[in-house]
Structure formats: C-alpha cells, structure tokens
C-alpha cells in the first residue's frame, strides 16, 4: 500500500511560509534539488491545495524554456508537469484541468484511504492548509520535513496549535546536504 507523505520545507524556528506566505529563504541549490528531483521520478502523484497549485503552476510548466533554467530545474519541470496531481479547492470548479491535475472540492478521509489502496508510487502533500487538515484527519503516513538554517520568527508554522492525539513516530533517515539544510524523515511508529 503506498502511503502519504508530507514533505515540507521548513525554517529553523518551525515556519513554513512568513507572514507575507513568502519563501525567499529556501536555501534549494543544485544538490538539494537533485534530491527533489530523485523522490519526484518515484511519486505517484502530488496533493495540494490551491495556493500551492497556482504558485507551482504559474512557474513549472514553461521553467525549462527559461534561457537561464538550470539542467535540474528542466528536469523537475518535466517531471512535475507529468505527475498526476490533486488539487483541494472550494474555489476552483471541480474536474480535470491543466498539467495533469484533477481539483476536488475538499478533503474526505475514506477518499484519500482509497487512494492509498490504488497502485502506484507515495503520494505527497504540499501546502500550508491542506497539511493541517491531513494532520487534523490523521492521514499522514511519513513527514519528510526539510529544516533550514535560517529563522524567520513568524509566519505558519509547520504544526498549527490545534488538538492532534499523540502520534508516536521513529526516526527513519536523516540527511545533512551541504548548504546546511537537513532532512528528517519520521514514519509512524510501528509500520
């Protein structure tokens, strides 16, 4: 069964976005995008919510036509624009649209269960609002979450102050890339 996996970029002090939702302190070089790149070939397909959609579409799907895109940022715009993608949206109209993306109007537990039943690569969840309410449903399988060195002291924070149950988790992988950012890779404990 593949599972969900949430995979954040987040800064030192637990942020995922400033207060403006900007990102201008990801430290993505070459490497780290490399390794994006890599965990990307082998998903079966990303979650979002609509912010984050927009934010990827407006830049991802012409990004290796760009004189000044780097080989790995052509790769990963390949690779994104193939990727079955779902987007959770109230707003958009519901259906097939651009880039291989289906939007559906919110988040039903037994859907995404289903989806976990289906074959195929993990599937990954992205955005600020839809991973709290993955986390709110109990949904996630495995946080990949990104942390670097840099804080930014306030904005939404990776964990919002909600009641969550305790979630037991083990400590799967780290990994130090050289421009100090480091991945911890937590699945549920026991699976």
Same mark, same amino acid.
Request: aromatic share 8%; with cysteine; hydrophobic share 40%.
């Given at each position: 069964?593949?599972?969900?996996?949430?995979?954040? $970029?987040?800064? +030192?002090?637990?942020?995922? =976005?400033?207060?403006?939702?900007?990102?201008?302190?990801?430290?993505?070089?070459?490497?780290?995008? $490399?390794?994006?790149?890599? +965990?990307?070939?082998?998903? &079966? &397909?990303?979650?979002? !919510?609509?912010?984050?959609?927009?934010?990827?579409?407006?830049?991802?799907?012409?990004?290796?036509?760009?004189p000044?895109?780097?080989? %790995?940022?052509? *790769?990963?715009?390949? +690779?994104?624009?193939?990727?079955?993608?779902?987007?959770?949206?109230?707003?958009?109209?519901? &259906?097939?649209?651009?880039?291989h993306?289906? @939007?559906?109007? =919110?988040? %039903?537990?037994?859907?995404?269960? /289903? +989806?976990?039943?289906?074959? &195929?690569?993990? #599937?990954?969840?992205? !955005? /600020?609002?839809?991973? /709290?309410?993955?986390? *709110?449903?109990?949904? @996630?399988?495995?946080?990949?979450?990104?942390?670097?060195?840099?804080?930014?002291? /306030?904005?939404?924070?990776?964990?919002?102050?909600t009641?969550?149950?305790?979630?037991?988790?083990? #400590?799967?992988?780290?990994?130090?890339?050289?421009?100090g950012? %480091?991945? #911890?890779?937590?699945?549920?404990?026991?699976?």
């Amino acid at each position: 069964m593949r599972k969900i996996v949430l995979m954040m $970029q987040v800064s +030192l002090d637990g942020y995922l =976005e400033g207060p403006d939702r900007e990102i201008d302190w990801h430290q993505v070089d070459d490497t780290l995008h $490399q390794h994006f790149n890599d +965990l990307t070939r082998s998903v &079966g &397909g990303f979650l979002t !919510g609509r912010v984050t959609h927009r934010l990827m579409a407006d830049y991802w799907p012409t990004a290796d036509a760009d004189p000044e895109c780097t080989p %790995v940022m052509a *790769e990963f715009a390949g +690779l994104w624009r193939e990727k079955p993608k779902i987007v959770f949206s109230r707003t958009l109209p519901p &259906g097939p649209t651009d880039w291989h993306a289906t @939007v559906v109007p =919110e988040v %039903v537990p037994a859907a995404i269960r /289903a +989806l976990k039943e289906e074959p &195929g690569g993990d #599937l990954v969840v992205g !955005g /600020a609002d839809l991973a /709290a309410t993955f986390l *709110e449903h109990d949904l @996630v399988d495995e946080f990949r979450t990104y942390v670097h060195p840099v804080r930014i002291g /306030a904005g939404t924070p990776l964990f919002p102050a909600t009641s969550f149950a305790p979630a037991p988790l083990r #400590l799967a992988e780290t990994r130090a890339f050289p421009n100090g950012v %480091v991945l #911890l890779r937590h699945e549920r404990a026991g699976t």
